[in-house]
């Protein structure tokens, strides 16, 4: 991708899934990564896996005391911040009635607060130096609905909308895109689907494969480059073609 070697690019939730797809994608590209975890275990696992990343941190993105020193360590190994990948999320699969209040705040406080204080620090970071790109981890979980995930849903149209608006706040200087995987091949989701549920879900999709992390990574690279220059306030969906008439649509 053009533009992407020597590039200082952060990515959130980066010891594991598709952070860890996307770090060394980013690595290959010649840039410089920085990543934010919670998980100490998952980083010391990542630091042994991808020696060529500058710095691996572990950062809260719900405390903004946690962000706030996260952020020094940043700029005192790279200096600044040219990408970020807001990727940190999680999810739970659960009845809409049976959805405790903590664990509906918990995934609201992760999935949107914490993209959005990420961002906002992100983005004074780039505006002081110049420019940058921002892209957030949105799904298309937040563009139709889905059984067993509303909590997860609503915090993934949040990120889609607040996508839009820092476009049209930041740029020129910042572009700023979200990306939509459909079901991705991730210790989250192997988690919350047993084989069978997997086997039944890609029966559906025309590609007739779930995703990979690299997939995504992929995508997150090429947005991240010169090439998508003219590409700001969008959702890009990367679903194998699931939603092209929806899976209640597929025979």
Aim: charged share 20%; glycine share 12%.
């Amino acid at each position: 991708m053009k533009g992407l070697n020597g590039k200082r690019v952060l990515i959130t939730g980066g010891a594991g899934g598709i952070g860890t797809a996307t770090a060394i994608r980013f690595i290959e590209e010649g840039a410089r990564v920085v990543i934010f975890d919670i998980d100490e275990n998952a980083i010391q696992k990542i630091e042994k896996k991808l020696p060529s990343l500058v710095k691996c941190i572990r950062a809260d993105v719900t405390s903004q005391s946690s962000l706030d020193l996260a952020f020094n360590k940043l700029i005192d190994a790279v200096g600044g911040l040219d990408i970020l990948i807001n990727n940190a999320g999680i999810s739970y699969r659960h009845n809409f009635v049976d959805i405790s209040v903590q664990e509906w705040e918990k995934l609201i406080q992760i999935n949107l607060t914490g993209v959005f204080f990420v961002a906002q620090r992100a983005a004074k970071l780039m505006l002081s130096s110049g420019g940058g790109v921002i892209i957030n981890m949105g799904s298309t979980n937040g563009l139709v609905g889905y059984h067993y995930y509303g909590d997860y849903n609503a915090s993934k149209a949040g990120v889609i909308e607040l996508t839009r608006s820092m476009a049209l706040e930041l740029g020129p200087t910042i572009r700023i895109n979200a990306v939509c995987p459909g079901f991705i091949m991730t210790p989250m989701q192997e988690a919350e689907y047993t084989e069978e549920m997997q086997r039944a879900f890609y029966e559906k999709i025309p590609m007739k494969r779930l995703g990979l992390p690299e997939d995504v990574a992929a995508l997150f690279a090429f947005l991240s480059s010169d090439d998508a220059s003219w590409i700001t306030g969008q959702h890009f969906v990367i679903d194998g073609g699931e939603l092209a008439g929806g899976l209640a649509s597929q025979a």
